[in-house]
């Protein structure tokens, strides 16, 4: 990959996880709502960005190995 695109995904990853926090704010501010479910909220948050990018980075990285050209196989 170019050095370009990841600049982009950065970009593009900043961008949705700004717009989640910026849409979460009232929710992990709130006074109504018990501490223990905003920090397990925000746990959950952090484990599921967590996992969704060390998914990405192992697609890219498995994508790198495979061969350009894949041959059929004959029967």
Same mark, same amino acid.
């Given at each position: 990959?170019?050095?370009? !695109?990841?600049?982009?995904?950065?970009? #593009?990853?900043?961008? #949705?996880?700004?717009?989640?926090?910026?849409?979460? =704010?009232?929710?992990?501010?709130?006074?109504?709502?018990?501490?223990? #479910?905003?920090?397990?909220?925000?746990?959950?948050?952090?484990?599921?960005?967590?996992?969704?990018?060390?998914?990405?980075?192992?697609?890219?990285?498995?994508?790198?190995?495979?061969?350009? !050209?894949? =041959? !059929?196989?004959?029967?």
């Amino acid at each position: 990959m170019k050095m370009l !695109e990841y600049v982009a995904l950065v970009l #593009i990853g900043a961008g #949705i996880l700004g717009l989640i926090g910026w849409g979460a =704010k009232d929710f992990f501010a709130d006074s109504v709502i018990p501490l223990g #479910i905003r920090v397990l909220a925000g746990i959950a948050a952090v484990g599921f960005v967590l996992l969704f990018g060390y998914v990405g980075w192992d697609r890219i990285r498995k994508a790198r190995r495979e061969p350009k !050209e894949i =041959k !059929e196989v004959k029967h």
